[in-house]
């Protein structure tokens, strides 16, 4: 157990509408990740975040946005959520595990459906 | 940059059946290897991992990988498998020290029949 957790951890949402997503750990880590998992994809990243206001995208960031103000808290907002946007989104931290390695773990994860 | 390839999308092995899951990754530099584990509903779990060193690596569960690095391999094995080890299997790369994210393979869904 990381110490992370993710809200909500169901929603369902109307296409069209905001949506935001929280991921909140409490062990002060620097580096934080928002992953979505869908069938036949596996995971793949969507934006990630080195540091308080420090954040750059990753493989499928187009129509989703981040916001990290605390060390603890990292925000995915779909500013105006399609039904393909229709996943399961996983937050991430890294922790340290020697010199210059790092390992990720990883929260219980938001089942977003969009109508 | 990286991308993985597992083999087997979906493996159906009785208990007691020994396990291999193939794993290939393409990236030029040196990289970190991973292997996770979902369970039915639950997230993903790290089960083992290779930084460097010792090629042959043992993870939690009786799980164990081989990185061939002449082969960009790193097969995910399993002398006994037990119905409790039905769940998702995932390969997973990073670059070496780098900070940004995982690339994943697309996971293999292994069955186990008691």
């Known amino acids: 157990d990381a110490g992370i957790t993710q809200s909500p951890r169901h929603k369902v949402t109307e296409t069209g509408t905001p949506v935001t997503l929280r991921c909140h750990q409490t062990e002060n880590h620097r580096y934080m990740y928002w992953y979505r998992q869908d069938p036949g994809h596996g995971l793949r990243l969507i934006h990630y975040s080195y540091g308080v206001k420090d954040t750059d995208k990753g493989e499928v960031s187009d129509g989703y946005s981040v916001s990290r103000s605390k060390t603890e808290d990292f925000l995915l907002t779909l500013e105006s959520a399609t039904s393909s946007q229709t996943s399961v989104y996983f937050c991430a931290i890294r922790k340290t595990s020697g010199s210059h390695t790092y390992e990720q773990y990883f929260g219980p994860g938001t089942r977003l459906t969009v109508t | 940059a990286q991308s993985v390839s597992q083999h087997n999308h979906h493996v159906i092995l009785s208990e007691a059946a020994s396990l291999e899951l193939g794993c290939n990754y393409s990236y030029g530099g040196t990289v970190n290897l991973f292997w996770y584990v979902q369970y039915p509903g639950q997230h993903l779990q790290l089960l083992l991992k290779?930084?460097?060193?010792?090629?042959l690596v043992k993870g939690i569960k009786g799980f164990e990988a081989e990185f061939i690095k002449s082969k960009f391999s790193f097969n995910l094995r399993k002398p006994s498998v037990q119905w409790s080890d039905t769940a998702e299997y995932f390969c997973?790369?990073?670059?070496?020290?780098?900070?940004?994210?995982?690339?994943f393979g697309k996971g293999t869904h292994l069955i186990i029949q008691p």
């Open positions: 997973a790369v990073n670059a070496q020290g780098g900070a940004d994210g995982l690339t």
């Open positions: 290779y930084f460097s060193g010792d090629p």
